[in-house]
């Protein structure tokens, strides 16, 4: 792995206690669907989300900003393994982002991508290359079909590299991983006869950066 990782925020964890205006269902009921926090070691177990379809419970004063900081009223959510339990009940609905259990769905604001990728691993060469990637809460996924690479445009025309984690759920590469991404950038010519491409190999799949036209000279 290439690059460390920072702790999200620095302040203690969120009371039990409601914003303002926030639904009945809060914290409290997260916590008591989801039991004991653990520790920091590690990604939470995976929950089966997608086979839970409670009812639409509102939202809760809950932010993901862009750089991966978790914050709850206003407040930076600073122990790591609840930050963690969060994220292992997070999912994106095709209104919003909700935290759900099996008896409840809240919805929470997420200002970019959910999550940060923040280590790069790089094994083999050529076709044979596979890249992979940990979060900032320690899930480690290798680039492939199960989870592609997928790039976008900032505000300032630079690349903004994006790996699928789980379901429609996104990680945004470190901005000091993108350099070592396109250190890894080989010429493809395109499927349909088009221009070339640049882009990065990895477990036998190819993910486009950019035409080779679009390349800064």
């Not at 939202?59 to 206003?74: E, K, L, N, P, S």
Request: hydrophobic residues 40%; proline residues 8%.
């Amino acid at each position: 792995m290439t690059q460390a990782a920072g702790k999200p925020g620095n302040a203690s964890h969120p009371s039990a206690g409601r914003a303002a205006g926030a639904p009945q269902a809060g914290l409290d009921s997260l916590f008591s669907a989801l039991g004991p926090v653990g520790d920091a070691d590690g990604p939470a177990p995976p929950r089966p989300v997608e086979k839970w379809n409670p009812d639409f419970c509102g939202d809760i004063d809950m932010r993901i900003a862009a750089d991966g900081t978790w914050f709850y009223m206003g407040t930076p959510i600073g122990r790591h393994a609840l930050v963690k339990l969060f994220a292992s009940i997070l999912r994106k609905d095709p209104e919003r982002y909700v935290l759900v259990t099996p008896v409840e769905r809240v919805g929470i604001k997420v200002e970019d991508a959910p999550f940060i990728a923040v280590e790069m691993a790089v094994q083999g060469a050529g076709e044979r290359q596979s890249i992979s990637f940990r979060t900032n809460v320690d899930d480690v996924v290798r680039v492939g079909p199960d989870h592609p690479l997928r790039f976008e445009r900032d505000a300032d025309g630079g690349l903004k590299p994006y790996v699928r984690v789980r379901g429609d759920l996104w990680a945004r590469v470190k901005r000091a991983l993108m350099y070592d991404l396109a250190g890894l950038g080989v010429e493809q010519p395109a499927a349909d006869g088009g221009e070339a491409q640049f882009g990065v190999l990895s477990d036998g799949g190819f993910f486009p950066m950019a035409r080779i036209s679009e390349l800064a000279v």
